[in-house]
Each structure stands twice: as C-alpha cells, then as structure tokens.
C-alpha cells in the first residue's frame, strides 16, 4: 500500500481527499422559480492530467504525497472556504479561493466554488467564466464532465436571461446525470416560466417528484394548471 502511494500525483490524492470532504460539507443548491441566492455545492474535484510535469513537484516519484504537509492545509482552507459560504462571509471565502485555485489550478472544485463566489458579488461574466473552467478540468479527467458545474453555470446563464443557452447546460447535465433530482425540477421552471414549452415543464416536473420519491402538493398544482392552460390552447375541454 505504501509504494501505491507513493506513486500517486500529488493532485490524485488531494482529489480522493476533497471528493470525501466535499460529500460530507456540502449540498446541490435547489432553484425556486422565485430567484434566490443559491448555497454552495458538492462539485467533485478532478485533476489537471495535462499539467506539465516539469513544473510539479508532486511528480518527484521519491515523494509520498500522502505524507506531504500542504495536503492538511489544503483541505482545512477548503473546508474553511464551505463554512465561510454557509456563514455568506463571501469576500473572505472570495480570497481563500483565489488562492487554491492560483496553488492548484487542475483542482476543478477550486474554480467551481469560485463561480459561487462571484454570483453572489454579482460578477455573473467571472462565475460563468469559473464554471467552465471547472467543466474544462472535469472533462480531462478519466470520468469525464460533471453534472453540477454545468447545473451552477444554468442557473447563472438563465438569471442573465439566456434561456436557450441555460437549456443547454442542464440537459448537458441531466446527459450526465439522469436522475438529478434539482437539475429537472429547475428545467421545468425554465419551459414553464421562460421558455413557453409547457409540455416539456410537466415531463421535467413529474421527473422531479418520481426522484423525490414522496408527493409535493405544491408541484402537482403547478402541474394541473400547465395540463389546463394545454388543453386551452389545443382547444380541448
């Protein structure tokens, strides 16, 4: 076991680390069709394979990473970034950030926990900008792109009014992730109130309650009053 580790990048371990830390810190955010601030969520992180070598040092194969003190240190200033969002002491989570993803910048959840940094400072062009970044890791990772970050960069592009292009982004996430309970009921929210496509806000809507295994009396009105408005437009009793 210890000569697996220490053939381990440096970045693959502090990947394992945040994946377990980001699991037990943090949730989805869940969109009401009433805009509201958005908590932070469990963006799983994924290395940079690209990085150049030449300029990492956890590439030295003499070094075990899991031994290396800036692991703890990292983890505790990334755990401190989750409760400095939760406590909405933004600009303190705003600088610790900055500097993980300026240390670490193949860590995708570094830039992701950043694009909810900047939305909540109103710095909606730097949030999408974060978020595709992350999206840009993810994807050179070995299990490809990741649902939240294309989840956190619909929310943004649907609050700026791009409604195709916020499309888009949550069906990319539901190709990845099916069953993503939030990302289907905020889909129906964008073909019920913005998109005008109300046949495609039940499907997302019924998927959302099938997930959520339990009735929501609130979302079957909604439901019952799309199904009416339909049977108005098609002309049907």
């Known amino acids: ?39 932070t969520q469990s963006e799983s992180p994924k290395p940079n394979v690209s990085k150049d070598p030449s300029k990492d040092p956890s590439k030295d194969p003499s070094k075990d990473p899991s031994k290396d003190p800036r692991l703890d240190l990292v983890i505790q200033q990334f755990q401190r970034g989750i409760r400095l969002l939760a406590q909405d002491k933004v600009q303190k989570a705003k600088t610790l950030f900055e500097t993980l993803r300026n240390d670490y910048p193949g860590v995708s959840v570094f830039h992701s926990n950043l694009g909810v940094v900047y939305k909540r400072l109103g710095r909606f062009e730097d949030a999408m900008h974060a978020y595709r970044q992350a999206i840009s890791i993810a994807a050179q990772s070995p299990s490809g792109d990741y649902a939240e970050a294309y989840y956190n960069l619909a929310i943004v592009l649907r609050e700026q009014g791009l409604f195709k292009e916020a499309e888009t982004a949550y069906l990319r996430a539901l190709s990845i992730d099916p069953d993503f309970q939030d990302a289907h009921f905020n889909l129906a929210v964008l073909y019920d109130l913005y998109l005008n496509e109300p046949e495609r806000g039940i499907h997302h809507y019924q998927r959302h309650i099938a997930l959520k295994k339990g009735a929501d009396e609130e979302i079957s009105i909604w439901i019952a009053a799309l199904e009416k408005r339909l049977k108005i437009e098609k002309g049907q009793p």
């Open 1 to 39: 076991m210890l000569v697996f580790f220490k053939k381990m990048p440096l970045l693959f371990f502090l990947f394992v680390i945040l994946v377990m830390s980001a699991c037990v810190t943090t949730k989805r955010p869940l969109e009401q069709p009433v805009a509201l601030e958005k908590k």
